[in-house]
C-alpha cells in the first residue's frame, strides 16, 4: 500500500463556512501562502460558483501558489463546473471537486431526484470537468447515511468517467470509527478498479469524532484525509488537520504513512487561522492549544524535567511552538521588517502600507519588551484593515474604572471622516466603551461572542479581542489587536460593524 498521505486542507472552503468566519481575498491569500509553506497536497480554495468574490479569491490564489494544488468546489452541474474551471485556471496545479448528494433523505427531500439521475449528473460533470483538468475529485454527500450499493456503483461510474480521486464525507458527523474504517474498507474492496484512484475521507465533527473516524479511514485504505487548521468549519467543525498530521506521525507505527507537511508551520498556522477568522483556539485543543505542553502537575513536572519523555509524546517545537521569536528590535530598520514580513508570506500593498505597518510596528516595539511573529500577523491584519476604506474608525478613547464606582468610556471616532464624540456607563469598561458606542451608531446589532486571548505569552502581550455580532441574519467577527484590552475591544467592535457595514451595501447597493 502506498505509504503517502495526502493533506487536502479545506480551512478556505468549509472553514469559512463557520459563522462570521467569512475572509476576504488578501486574507485568504495570506493563508494559502501559510498552507503552502505548511506543505499541504490540496488547498480548497473556495467555492467559485458562490459568488464572484469566491471566485476571484479562488483565481488569485491559483495565480500566486506554486506548490500546493488549488482546487474549486462545484455542485454536479454546467454552471458550478463552468466557474470552477475559470478559476483555477491560472494554477501550475488544479483540482475540480464534484459532488452530489447520495444518501436517500438528500436526494428525495433535497435534491428532489432519483437515484439515476443522480448518477447521470455525477458522470456528466466529472466528464465536463475534465475538459479544464486532468485532476477531477468527486464527492458522494451525505455518503454515511447513503446505501452501500447505490455509492458502489456511482463510485464505479465516475472512475470510468475519469475521477482520480474518490471522496467519502461524513456530512453530517454521524458516524463512528469502527462503522467509518469498514465502510472505506468495504468501499474498496467492492468498486471496481478502486486501486486506480486515491481514497479520501472527510469527517464532520458532531458527535467529536471527525479526526478519529478520519484515522479510522485512513487505517483502511484511504490515503487523502480532508481536514481543516484548528478543525474549523460547518457547525462543530472538520478533521482537524494538526491532528490528524500529528497522529500519523507519531503513530507512524500503526498506520504505516506519513504525509509531507513541515509540521514546524503547524503553529503558525493555527495563529494565522485564528487571528484572521476570529476564531480562538482552546487552550486545551490538542497541538495547537496554549497548554498543550504545559505540565501543571508536580509529579509530571518532575518526570519531563529528568527525562521528557517520561510525560511527552512529541516535542513542542516539532510542531512550531517556540520557533517564532523575533529577531527585530525597536532599533531594527525598515528593511529588516520588509525582510521579515516576506519570510512569513506577507505582501503588503504598495509602500506606504509598509511604511505605515512599520510605524506601527516601531510603536508595538516601544511598549512591548519581545516581538514575535504572531504581534506581526496581528499588526498586518489590523494595517490591512485600516488600509480599506472603512466607514468607523477609532481615534482616541478614555476610561475610567475604580472600586466602587460605575465604569465610563470616552471615545471618539469617525464615521465616514467625520469625527463623532461618544460616552456611556456599563458593568466593566469594555461594556461601558461597546455601551458609548452604540448610543451613537444605533446599528441594532446582537453582541453574540466576545472573547480575549493574548497573542504571546506576558503581561506586556497584545490582546486579541473577538467580537460577534449578528444583524438581520448576517453574522461577522471582528477583531482588535492592542497591549490595552480595553482598546482592543473597541476595535474589535468597530470591526464587526464595519464588516456589518460592508455585507449591507453588497446586500443593498446605492444605485
Ligand atoms: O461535508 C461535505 O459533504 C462536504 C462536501 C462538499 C465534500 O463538504
Ligand atoms: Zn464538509
Redesign the pocket.
Given at each position: 500500500m502506498n505509504d503517502r498521505l495526502y493533506i487536502f486542507d479545506t480551512t478556505l472552503r468549509?472553514g469559512e463556512q463557520s459563522p462570521g468566519a467569512s475572509m476576504s481575498k488578501d486574507e485568504k491569500l495570506r493563508i494559502a501562502r501559510q498552507l503552502e509553506k505548511l506543505g499541504v497536497d490540496v488547498i480548497e480554495a473556495g467555492f467559485a460558483a458562490a459568488s464572484p468574490g469566491d471566485a476571484g479569491a479562488i483565481h488569485a490564489i491559483a495565480e500566486t501558489i506554486r506548490g500546493s494544488t488549488i482546487c474549486s468546489?462545484a455542485r454536479a452541474n454546467e454552471r458550478d463546473i463552468h466557474a470552477a474551471g475559470g478559476a483555477i485556471k491560472p494554477a501550475k496545479s488544479g483540482r475540480i471537486h464534484t459532488?452530489i448528494a447520495t444518501s436517500p433523505i438528500h436526494m428525495e427531500k433535497k435534491l428532489r431526484m432519483q437515484p439515476d439521475q443522480v448518477l447521470e449528473a455525477a458522470v456528466k460533470a466529472v466528464k465536463l470537468a475534465l475538459e479544464y483538468t486532468d485532476d477531477v475529485e468527486f464527492?458522494a454527500?451525505?455518503a454515511v447515511r447513503s446505501e452501500m450499493d447505490f455509492l458502489v456503483r456511482i463510485f464505479d461510474e465516475v472512475i470510468k468517467a475519469g475521477a482520480k480521486t474518490i471522496?467519502v464525507?461524513d456530512?453530517v458527523g454521524y458516524s463512528i470509527p469502527a462503522l467509518w474504517g469498514e465502510r472505506m474498507k468495504q468501499l474498496i474492496e467492492q468498486v471496481p478498479n478502486a486501486g486506480t484512484v486515491i481514497w479520501s475521507t472527510?469527517c464532520?465533527n458532531d458527535l467529536g469524532m471527525a479526526v478519529a473516524n478520519s484515522l479510522a479511514a485512513v487505517l483502511n485504505g484511504a490515503r487523502q484525509v480532508e481536514c481543516t487548521i484548528n478543525g474549523l468549519g460547518?457547525r462543530a467543525g472538520n478533521a482537524s488537520l494538526e491532528e490528524v498530521v500529528m497522529a500519523v506521525r507519531t503513530r507512524r507505527d500503526v498506520f504505516n504513512c506519513d504525509t509531507r507537511i513541515d509540521a514546524t508551520q503547524i503553529v503558525p498556522a493555527s495563529k494565522l487561522v485564528s487571528t484572521i477568522t476570529g476564531y480562538p483556539v482552546q487552550p486545551n485543543k490538542a497541538i495547537v492549544g496554549a497548554n498543550a505542553f504545559a505540565h501543571e502537575s508536580g509529579i509530571h513536572q518532575d518526570g519531563v524535567l529528568k527525562h521528557r519523555e517520561t510525560y511527552e509524546i512529541m516535542r513542542a517545537e516539532d510542531v512550531g511552538w517556540h520557533a517564532n521569536r523575533l529577531s527585530l528590535g525597536k532599533l531594527s530598520g525598515r528593511n529588516a521588517f520588509k525582510t521579515k514580513l516576506a519570510e512569513l508570506g506577507i505582501v503588503l500593498d504598495g509602500e506606504e502600507a509598509l511604511n505605515s505597518a512599520f510605524a506601527r510596528f516601531k510603536e508595538l516595539a516601544d511598549k512591548k519588551r519581545e516581538i514575535f511573529d504572531e504581534d506581526l500577523q496581528a499588526l498586518v491584519s489590523e494595517e490591512v484593515a485600516t488600509t480599506q476604506p472603512e466607514r468607523f474608525k477609532l481615534v482616541s478613547m478614555k476610561v475610567c474604572s475604580e472600586t466602587g464606582e460605575t465604569p465610563h468610556a470616552q471615545l471618539v471616532f469617525t464615521d465616514e471622516g467625520a469625527e463623532k464624540h461618544a460616552s456611556g456607563l456599563g458593568s466593566g469598561p469594555v461594556d461601558a466603551a461597546f455601551k458609548a458606542l452604540e448610543s451613537v451608531v444605533n446599528s441594532g446589532a446582537d453582541l453574540l461572542l466576545y472573547s480575549v486571548n493574548n497573542i504571546t505569552s506576558g503581561t506586556d502581550a497584545q490582546g486579541e479581542v473577538t467580537v460577534r455580532l449578528s444583524h438581520d441574519g448576517r453574522v461577522v467577527n471582528g477583531q482588535g489587536a492592542d497591549t490595552d484590552i480595553v482598546v482592543a475591544s473597541a476595535k474589535a467592535y468597530l470591526h464587526a460593524l464595519n464588516k456589518l457595514h460592508r455585507k449591507n451595501e453588497r446586500a443593498h447597493p446605492q444605485v
Open positions: 468549509d468546489l459532488f464527492s454527500e451525505d471522496n464525507p456530512t472527510h464532520h460547518e
